[in-house]
């Protein structure tokens, strides 16, 4: 049964159902939009190996484009990813401690995420293998592409959930540059540029950002600087190549995990973590021949983490307390992908090839019980695979999709198999889609070898979906979309409180739920409200999943009075769910709604004023036990470019 617990619940449920009962569907941003207005629509690269992407129009697919960066003017890139539908970001307080993306319900380690196509999870972080956002700086991010939904038929291990792809700014065949700066309440400020033109017959990119959160939460802050560049090679002998980088290095304080933070924590020394983050990725293009084209992409992604923590006070739930610790943690990845696509007949698209993934992570710390007792994990990990996909276009209005991809992993097989089927109705703007498909995730580095939670003998865990959804083109001046799904979960590693703490395999989980949303626009006025609903539970206890709120609800509404003028307004509606604190044990968290406003103004064709307040009604809330929320961070900056 659903509970509608409070008056501000019920006042954003209403408000969005409404919304999109008047015109339903998923909020999408820049393509899917301008699609719907007849004009072009730019196909998503994510979640497929297959010439031409996946539609931007289906409906578990969501973008957010420049022009939508740029009219929201977010802080972070935390900031930016809580508009995307069936999507809960999860933050201890500040940006100083990890954040966490749940898709669906599913945990943080079941969102793959890609930076530039380059894999990016850390299986060494305390969340399972899942991305730390709250390090990741938005200079120079042009475009962000989700597909919700199992994708290990296409990436093997870790898109159980979906995929978040981040896509940076490329090299252009002119000059051009940029330099941002801009300053806020508790100390917040930033400051960023990037040149990009040709170099000789290529085109090139480089970007440099430095920022500084402030304290808008008590022990909450990150500082750090990142560089970044791309570089698109004339190409050679009908062969293309690219290549572009990433590195950022980071220091935060927070306060511990599950300790109740500002508000509940016994022991008031903060957590101090210093981050070196690296991505490289290289692509390679041929066409062999007019049916058969040729790609290389290597990837490498490394990451090193210092940390100390002054543990967690013992409680009723855990007697023991977590003691103080250090963690010096070292991870690479490099990957290899070989991909070949075929058009072997009319109507008929294949793509296969082969993937390589070596894995490498260490671990070197201490416990402290009064002495230093060392603690050493390491592992390593050679992954194998083979896929191939094909979409055969039974005539113009109806497709069947097939994908597989089996996976070795030092022995250890994996075969993930997905099905899909697409039907547009003639002459009405409506499409449809149905999938079915398994995905599988490897247990983490951290769950196998932590010496406090974790567990070497946890087996891999395991899902399967059943999805739906319809598209619905409105008149030209909007787009509705609808998707429901159920999935079904085995050998789900979960957090058991208590005496000992253990990370175990829970016997099974299903979750179900729906989303819906629109795209609108109206000249003047762009609007992009959605609602989700989830609901996850353990089929041995019935107790409902930690961390996943059953309600999400969220609009992006965009006024633009003259060309020179925008004004954003972000709403984001969380519905009450169960966190647990090592003070507390389990709480229930009440639901709250946020605002964001932003406005920019654009005084000459190369400068621009913009000023934005996040949390604007200085919403009291807590995503989790003991961390509330920042107060109303007010920002003001100044952007030029060439």
């Given at each position: 049964m659903l509970r509608l617990s409070s008056r501000a619940r019920l006042g954003a449920v209403l408000f969005f159902s409404c919304s999109s009962a008047a015109l339903i569907g998923p909020a999408m941003t820049g393509p899917a939009m301008a699609q719907a207005m007849g004009e072009p629509e730019s196909a998503v690269v994510t979640a497929t190996h297959l010439a031409g992407g996946v539609a931007a129009r289906d409906a578990n697919v969501a973008v957010i484009d420049a022009d939508q960066i740029d009219a929201r003017q977010p802080s972070s890139v935390v900031e930016l990813l809580r508009g995307l539908p069936g999507v809960y970001v999860q933050q201890s307080g500040g940006r100083g401690s990890v954040v966490s993306l749940f898709t669906r319900g599913a945990k943080p380690n079941f969102t793959l995420v890609l930076l530039d196509g380059v894999k990016a999870n850390d299986p060494t972080n305390t969340r399972g293998g899942s991305y730390d956002f709250s390090t990741l700086d938005l200079n120079d991010i042009q475009r962000v592409e989700m597909v919700r939904g199992p994708a290990s038929a296409v990436y093997g291990s870790d898109a159980v959930g979906g995929v978040i792809n981040i896509i940076t700014r490329k090299g252009t065949p002119d000059l051009q540059a940029g330099l941002n700066a801009e300053g806020g309440s508790f100390g917040y400020w930033r400051a960023g540029g990037h040149v990009s033109g040709p170099i000789g017959g290529a085109e090139g990119n480089l970007g440099l950002s430095y920022e500084d959160s402030g304290m808008p939460v008590s022990g909450s802050n990150v500082r750090g600087t990142s560089i970044d560049g791309a570089l698109t090679l004339p190409e050679i002998a009908g062969t293309s190549l690219s290549v572009n980088g990433r590195y950022g290095s980071s220091k935060a304080t927070s306060f511990p995990d599950s300790s109740g933070g500002p508000r509940l924590s016994a022991l008031r020394t903060l957590d101090h973590r210093d981050i070196d983050e690296g991505v490289f990725g290289a692509h390679a293009a041929r066409a062999i021949t007019d049916d058969w084209s040729m790609m290389l992409d290597y990837g490498l992604y490394t990451r090193s983490s210092d940390a100390r923590s002054p543990g967690v006070a013992p409680s009723a739930q855990t007697p023991f307390g977590i003691p103080a610790n250090t963690d010096r943690a070292r991870f690479t990845r490099h990957q290899l992908t070989w991909t070949n696509r075929f058009a072997p007949i009319a109507n008929l698209d294949v793509a296969a090839g082969m993937d390589l993934q070596i894995e490498h992570g260490v671990d070197d710390g201490t416990l402290n019980f009064g002495f230093p007792l060392p603690t050493h994990f390491a592992l390593n990990r050679t992954l194998w695979s083979a896929f191939a996909e094909a979409r055969y276009k039974v005539n113009d209005r109806f497709s069947l999709s097939a994908s597989g991809?089996?996976?070795?992993?030092?022995?250890?097989?994996?075969?993930?198999?997905?099905?899909?089927?697409?039907?547009?109705?003639?002459?009405?703007?409506?499409?449809?889609?149905?999938?079915?498909?398994?995905?599988?995730?490897?247990?983490?580095?951290?769950?196998?070898?932590?010496?406090?939670?974790?567990?070497?003998?946890?087996?891999?865990?395991?899902?399967e979906t059943v999805e739906g959804g319809v598209t619905q083109t409105l008149w030209g001046w909007g787009r509705w979309k609808l998707e429901g799904y159920d999935t079904h979960y085995s050998d789900l590693i979960d957090f058991q409180p208590g005496a000992v703490p253990k990370l175990v395999n829970l016997s099974s989980v299903h979750v179900r739920g729906m989303e819906t949303s629109v795209a609108l626009d109206l000249g003047e006025f762009t609007a992009t409200p959605h609602v989700s609903y989830t609901n996850a539970r353990n089929q041995l206890t019935g107790a409902p999943l930690r961390d996943v709120p059953e309600w999400l609800a969220g609009a992006s509404l965009t006024w633009r009075p003259i060309d020179a003028a925008q004004i954003n307004l972000d709403l984001t509606h969380v519905g009450a769910m169960i966190d647990n604190s090592v003070p507390t044990g389990d709480v229930t968290l009440g639901s709250h709604m946020r605002a964001d406003l932003a406005a920019s103004y654009r005084l000459t064709p190369n400068l621009t004023l913009k000023a934005s307040a996040e949390n604007v009604l200085n919403a009291h809330y807590e995503d989790v036990v003991g961390f509330r929320a920042p107060g109303t961070l007010i920002r003001a900056g100044i952007s030029a470019s060439l």
């Open positions: 991809r089996y996976d070795n992993n030092d022995g250890s097989e994996h075969f993930s198999p997905q099905l899909r089927a697409d039907y547009d109705l003639p002459d009405t703007g409506t499409h449809f889609q149905i999938s079915w498909g398994k995905a599988y995730k490897l247990p983490s580095f951290y769950a196998l070898g932590n010496p406090i939670v974790g567990d070497p003998t946890l087996r891999p865990e395991d899902a």
